[in-house]
T-cell receptor, first 114, second 117 residues
Framework: KAGVTQTPRYLIKTRGQQVTLSCSPI?????VSWYQQTPGQGLQFLFE???????NKGNFPGRFSGRQFSNSRSEMNVSTLELGDSALYLC?????????????FGPGTRLTVT | AQKITQTQPGMFVQEKEAVTLDCTYD???????LFWYKQPSSGEMIFLIY??????QNATEGRYSLNFQKARKSANLVISASQLGDSAMYFC??????????????FGTGTRLKVLA
């Protein structure tokens, strides 16, 4: 069974640009969550999608948005990039929204904003 | 407020010995889940073990066990027979089960474990 895949793995953008990251969950998983990981702030929850609907959102500005498609694949978009957006962006999938089990993480996309 | 605390930024353990990584949490909810993840230098988060707040027995997964003390709000990870491949960052995390539809899934700051040969 294929794991969670994220594309691209590495990305370099300049301030003011926008970026779209993609995440394909494990087959059969309907929940996709996004996290930002930085040395200073650690791991922070961005949002979760389930059945194409955003079910919960962390404390991030509106520049961060996402969506989920009918095949459960998810995209995350960051507009008007800032230097502080440089981070490892992790995507995780799980079978259920209220899953009492684990989330499976992808390898992440490392975004560098210059 | 929901919070996860990992007080050990770094730890060393000799190969084949056991090690305990500390995690304390704070929540006002009765229903929640506690998780431990491992993050090697490659960056990928690997699920290790889960404990539900209503589980009466401590969770175990192979060499990993979770020492759950609900009254003390602690969920320490115990790794038995440490291996060199266990060297990584370890994160404790908590998730409340949604009731109103909003919840948070939060992580601690992590503990970097180094296994010595």
């Amino acid at each position: 069974k294929a794991g969670v895949t994220q594309t691209p793995r590495y990305l370099i953008k300049t301030r003011g640009q926008q970026v779209t990251l993609s995440c394909s969950p494990i087959s059969g998983h309907r929940s996709v969550s996004w996290y930002q990981q930085t040395p200073g702030q650690g791991l922070q929850f961005l949002f979760e999608y389930f059945s194409e609907t955003q079910r919960n959102k962390g404390n991030f500005p509106g520049r961060f948005s996402g969506r989920q498609f009918s095949n459960s694949r998810s995209e995350m978009n960051v507009s008007t990039l800032e230097l502080g957006d440089s981070a490892l962006y992790l995507c995780a999938s799980s079978f259920a929204l209220t899953g009492q089990g684990e989330q499976y993480f992808g390898p992440g996309t490392r975004l560098t904003v210059t | 407020a929901q919070k996860i605390t990992q007080t050990q930024p770094g730890m060393f353990v000799q190969e084949k010995e056991a090690v305990t990584l500390d995690c304390t949490y704070d929540t006002s909810d009765q229903s929640y889940g506690l998780f431990w993840y491992k993050q090697p230098s490659s960056g990928e988060m690997i699920f290790l073990i889960y404990q539900g707040s209503y589980d009466e027995q401590n969770a175990t997964e192979g060499r990993y066990s979770l020492n759950f003390q609900k009254a003390r709000k602690s969920a320490n990870l115990v790794i038995s027979a440490s291996q060199l491949g266990d060297s990584a960052m370890y994160f404790c995390a908590m998730r409340e089960f949604p009731t109103s539809g909003t919840y948070k899934y939060i992580f601690g700051t992590g503990t970097r474990l180094k296994v010595l040969a």
